[in-house]
T-cell receptor, first 109, second 114 residues
Framework: KNEVEQSPQNLTAQEGEFITINCSYS?????LHWLQQHPGGGIVSLFM???GKKKHGRLIATINIQEKHSSLHITASHPRDSAVYIC???????????FGTGTRLAVRP | DGGITQSPKYLFRKEGQNVTLSCEQN?????MYWYRQDPGQGLRLIYY???????QKGDIAEGYSVSREKKESFPLTVTSAQKNPTAFYLC?????????????FGPGTRLTVL
């Protein structure tokens, strides 16, 4: 079973700061997902990647398959980015996902 | 709008009572999932279904039951056998035809057992 570790568990930043959240996993995967959970509890998918790098607005996700590591970056952070960010991995296409415990981000104005 | 609905958002029950959580999707997805989320823990899989009339146990199925009579619906029953049912429950769905298993989540139901 894949072990998914996220760091840090909690992160507080000032508005405008560059933020990095890390995710490492123990077993080779077919894809890694970054999810965002808002205080109300709903979860949205931010990225799904199997190699390289993806960018969407101020969010950037990278993955290093050899090192079994992914990072989520937020540039020019804003209070509306405050949420829990969750990393999840799937070991084969169509397989179930294994989730990390999440990183709670608070961005102060 | 396509999406996943869960109802109700908040649910209170007395200890010893069974309770059923609703999950409906209009995304035409084959697969549906139920997860439980507790503070400080990652989402844990309770049950999943990849096709109508078939479902499999996840990592923490004890004390729960599901049915999949229609493609759109995957209700979860929390039985009195579940030792610690108070938690946040999330339903998700995905298209098996698409690779990499991108899952779409519902808004969740927060169950409190008194």
């Amino acid at each position: 079973k894949n072990e998914v570790e996220q760091s840090p568990q909690n992160l507080t930043a000032q508005e405008g700061e560059f933020i990095t959240i890390n995710c490492s996993y123990s077993v080779g995967i077919s894809a890694l997902h970054w999810l965002q959970q808002h205080p109300g509890g709903g979860i949205v998918s931010l990225f799904m990647l199997s190699s390289g790098k993806k960018k969407h607005g101020r969010l950037i996700a990278t993955i290093n398959i050899q090192e079994k590591h992914s990072s989520l970056h937020i540039t020019a952070s804003h209070p509306r980015d405050s949420a829990v960010y969750i990393c999840a991995v799937g070991e084969s296409s169509g397989d179930k996902l294994t989730f990390g415990t999440g990183t709670r981000l608070a961005v102060r104005p | 709008d396509g999406g996943i609905t869960q109802s109700p958002k908040y649910l209170f029950r007395k200890e010893g009572q069974n309770v059923t959580l609703s999950c409906e999707q209009n995304l035409n997805h084959d697969a549906m999932y139920w997860y439980r989320q507790d503070p400080g823990q990652g989402l844990r899989l309770i049950y999943y279904s990849q096709i109508v009339n078939d479902f499999q146990k996840g990592d923490i199925a004890e004390g729960y039951s599901v049915s999949r009579e229609k493609k759109e619906s995957f209700p979860l029953t929390v039985t009195s056998a579940q030792k610690n049912p108070t938690a946040f429950y999330l339903c998700a769905s995905s298209s098996i035809a698409r690779s990499y298993n991108e899952q779409f989540f519902g808004p969740g139901t927060r169950l409190t057992v008194l």
